[in-house]
């Protein structure tokens, strides 16, 4: 167990709709960082938010958005929903020193399929 | 861009035998190589990683090697055994404006024979 949790475990949905996915990453970490996992691409970075602020963003498509929230969990809104979102979305969190490359531990993912 | 590239996609040996991974980055910048390994449905569990400023590291039966001068580091696992199948990452990342992103290789398929 990595400390990072991620809910829910799996969500199944249609084309066209909007989901939300959460993160709480381990305790004492400031840094949080969204991964696509997809078949055909790999894991490929989406976001990173640090203590609330939007640190870097990757290729994250336009209908998608995060936010950090207060208490440091994140969560990932995905809308408008196609059928190739569909895929394994991780979240990673790190303590995030200044200048230094911390390691990344990653949640159990949320698979989430679009029909 | 930012680019790792991994070799060989899958590997297939014997138990006992050695295998050998390698990846290569593309941004000269990079500072930090961990290496993540990933069972069906599960998530990346990082093994060992390495940092710019060392050549090598060891931990049991998995060994890094970095050559920073050719952007190539390689993952070594020795007396492999059967609860190693897995799939295995490279990454590459640097401490750049505040962002360490992973940019990570596409995966090797490890599979251990009894």
């Known amino acids: 167990d990595s400390g990072v949790t991620q809910t829910p475990k799996h969500l199944i949905t249609a084309t066209g709709q909007r989901v939300t996915l959460r993160c709480s990453p381990r305790s004492g970490d400031l840094s949080v960082y969204w991964y696509q996992q997809s078949l055909d691409q790999g894991l490929q970075f989406l976001i990173q938010y640090y203590n609330g602020e939007e640190r870097a963003k990757g290729n994250i498509l336009e209908r998608f958005s995060a936010q950090q929230f207060p208490d440091l969990h994140s969560e990932l809104n995905l809308s408008s929903l196609e059928l190739g979102d569909s895929a394994l979305y991780f979240c990673a969190s790190s303590v995030d020193q200044r200048g230094y490359t911390d390691t990344q531990y990653f949640g159990p993912g949320t698979r989430l399929t679009v029909l | 861009g930012e680019n790792v590239e991994q070799h060989p996609s899958t590997l297939s040996v014997q138990e006992g035998d050695s295998a050998v991974i390698k990846c290569t980055y593309s941004?000269?910048?990079?500072?930090?190589f961990p290496w993540y390994k990933q069972e069906l449905g599960k998530r990346p569990q990082l093994i060992i990683d390495i940092r710019s400023n060392v050549g090598e590291k060891k931990d049991q039966r998995i060994a890094v090697t970095l050559n920073k001068t050719a952007k190539h580091f390689s993952l070594h696992i020795t007396e492999t055994q059967p609860e190693d199948s897995a799939v295995y990452f490279c990454a590459a990342s640097k401490a750049y404006r505040g962002t360490d992103k992973l940019i990570f290789g596409t995966g090797t398929r490890l599979q251990v024979f009894p």
């Open positions: 941004d000269s910048a990079s500072n930090y």
